[in-house]
């Protein structure tokens, strides 16, 4: 498996708070998680991933539809 990452390093590669990393898992939004016992880990891919998805062209681009 590739590195995980913790909500601290996961939030500081999206420009986010912790605080708000986990209201997007809350959620069901942000990037797909680990869950391991009560650890929360991040694969650096799916952070990766969740930043290609968030791309936009225009204010208008909704991005692809899931």
């Known amino acids: 498996m590739e590195n995980l990452l913790d909500e601290r390093q996961a939030a500081q590669r999206l420009h986010l708070s912790v605080r708000t990393l986990q209201r997007f898992r809350s ?38 539809v899931q």
Do not use: F
């Open 27 to 64: 959620a069901g939004n942000g990037p797909r998680y680990v869950k391991i016992g009560r650890l929360v880990r991040y694969q650096a891919g799916a952070v990766e991933a969740y930043l290609a998805a968030c791309v936009r062209a225009s204010t208008s681009d909704h991005g692809a």
